[in-house]
């Protein structure tokens, strides 16, 4: 069993940053593929990045409206995932979800449903 617990979120300006930050439980965590996704009012939840377990050197993907601004990470050590997000536009306003899973395939890591644990979500908006 895997619990996580998001933390972060806030209200930006456009242009501004945020980091969130996701506290795993459990002795297990570097074996976990970490997942962010998000979900906007009206749409459906969408991959956002993904890290794969330590041992494959940290492996990272990205979805292509955040690649180049937004930056995942995880501390295995202390059992967090993070997201580290630049140049916030108002189209990154959504509830963003941490995730915990087992496929380390590019295809699979961005698949919400390979994913087996996920967190209660914390809010990010972004004014312009």
């Known amino acids: 069993q895997v619990q996580l617990v998001e933390s972060g979120g806030g209200l930006v300006q456009a242009g501004g940053s945020l980091r969130l930050s996701c506290a795993a439980s459990?002795?297990?965590?570097?074996?976990?593929?970490m997942g962010w996704f998000r979900q906007a009012p009206g749409k459906e939840r969408e991959f956002v990045a993904a890290?794969?377990?330590?041992?494959?050197?940290?492996?990272?993907y990205y979805a292509d409206s955040v690649k180049g601004r937004f930056t995942i990470s995880r501390d295995n050590a202390k059992n967090t995932v993070y997201l580290q997000m630049n140049s916030l536009k108002p189209e990154d306003t959504a509830v963003y979800y941490c995730a915990a899973g087992r496929s380390s395939t590019k295809r699979g890591s961005s698949n919400q449903n390979e994913y087996g644990y996920w967190g209660q979500g914390t809010q990010v908006t972004v004014s312009s």
């Open positions: 890290i794969i377990s330590s041992w494959s050197g940290g492996i990272t």
């Open positions: 459990g002795r297990t965590f570097s074996s976990y593929v």
